[in-house]
């Protein structure tokens, strides 16, 4: 092809027709300006489908994480919601023996929260530098649940956990009766069972505790699992209309 046109601008010359040579040439010129540009916008058309192949994929695995992170998380707040009728009736003082055979002893000190939020997808979407409307939202609610509820609630009530479980250890004699079993009504000792029906200290401790664990932590799980299950239904839609 570049022979083609070598041989008719020659042909212009020999023949002395310099004003057709000329106007050949600066065609010629546009031409080549014009095939460049065609050759840069099929680059970048195929770089931008690239990037959006990268982003479906990695929204794909983010549904997952958000999917398993869901799972987790409403473990979690069924967990707290099936035992709040025990908090409620110390908080009230109406209290029951029978009330050792659900736990009552152990509201408290049992809690081991430790959610493992899932970040693959997440940390795919930063790496990605992804800047459109739903990835930042992805990354914006996760930045939150770090930082609110792994670091901040949770670590809270595993603190005062452990801080509660030492003031027994330190402070009462029936402690090594209370981690070596399961505390039922029929099991434990008057004196075990007098602290946790009568003791204004531990009902002191479980008003506390109710501020951090539902009034803090529920109210933030029944607020965010609404939010994950949406953006669910919006990675959905981008996945099937890609």
Same mark, same amino acid.
């Given at each position: 092809?570049?022979?083609?046109?070598?041989?008719?601008?020659?042909?212009?010359?020999?023949?002395?027709?310099?004003?057709?040579?000329?106007?050949?040439?600066?065609?010629?010129?546009?031409?080549?300006?014009?095939?460049?540009?065609?050759?840069?916008?099929?680059?970048?058309?195929?770089?931008?489908?690239?990037?959006?192949?990268?982003?479906?994929?990695?929204?794909?695995?983010?549904?997952?994480?958000?999917?398993?992170?869901?799972?987790?998380?409403?473990?979690?707040?069924?967990?707290?919601?099936?035992?709040?009728?025990?908090?409620? %009736?110390?908080?009230?003082?109406?209290?029951?023996?029978?009330?050792?055979?659900?736990?009552?002893?152990?509201?408290?000190?049992?809690?081991?929260?430790?959610?493992?939020?899932?970040?693959?997808?997440?940390?795919?979407?930063?790496?990605?530098?992804?800047?459109?409307?739903?990835?930042?939202?992805?990354?914006?609610?996760?930045?939150?649940?770090?930082?609110?509820?792994?670091?901040?609630?949770?670590?809270?009530?595993?603190?005062?956990?452990?801080?509660?479980?030492?003031?027994?250890?330190?402070?009462?004699?029936?402690?090594?009766?209370?981690?070596?079993?399961?505390?039922?009504?029929?099991?434990?000792?008057?004196?075990?069972?007098?602290?946790?029906?009568?003791?204004?200290?531990?009902?002191?401790?479980?008003?506390?505790?109710?501020?951090?664990?539902?009034?803090?932590?529920?109210?933030?799980?029944?607020?965010?699992?609404?939010?994950?299950?949406?953006?669910?239904?919006?990675? %959905?839609?981008?996945?099937?209309?890609?």
């Amino acid at each position: 092809m570049i022979k083609f046109f070598r041989k008719i601008r020659q042909n212009l010359l020999m023949e002395n027709k310099t004003s057709k040579y000329f106007k050949y040439a600066i065609g010629e010129i546009l031409l080549v300006v014009i095939g460049i540009l065609i050759a840069l916008q099929i680059n970048n058309w195929n770089e931008k489908r690239i990037q959006q192949e990268q982003l479906v994929s990695v929204y794909e695995r983010t549904l997952s994480d958000i999917d398993n992170d869901i799972q987790e998380l409403t473990a979690n707040l069924d967990y707290f919601r099936g035992i709040e009728y025990i908090f409620k %009736k110390v908080i009230n003082d109406s209290i029951t023996p029978d009330l050792f055979d659900v736990g009552l002893s152990r509201i408290l000190t049992q809690q081991g929260m430790g959610t493992s939020l899932n970040m693959t997808g997440v940390n795919q979407l930063k790496a990605l530098n992804a800047k459109d409307s739903l990835s930042l939202k992805i990354i914006d609610i996760y930045g939150y649940l770090e930082l609110i509820a792994v670091d901040g609630f949770e670590k809270r009530i595993n603190q005062e956990s452990v801080a509660i479980t030492n003031i027994f250890r330190d402070n009462y004699s029936w402690y090594p009766e209370y981690m070596s079993k399961t505390i039922m009504q029929d099991n434990s000792s008057k004196e075990l069972q007098d602290y946790f029906l009568y003791s204004p200290e531990y009902r002191h401790r479980v008003i506390s505790c109710y501020q951090l664990f539902y009034v803090n932590y529920v109210s933030m799980l029944r607020g965010i699992i609404p939010v994950l299950k949406e953006i669910t239904k919006e990675l %959905k839609i981008k996945i099937e209309e890609s």
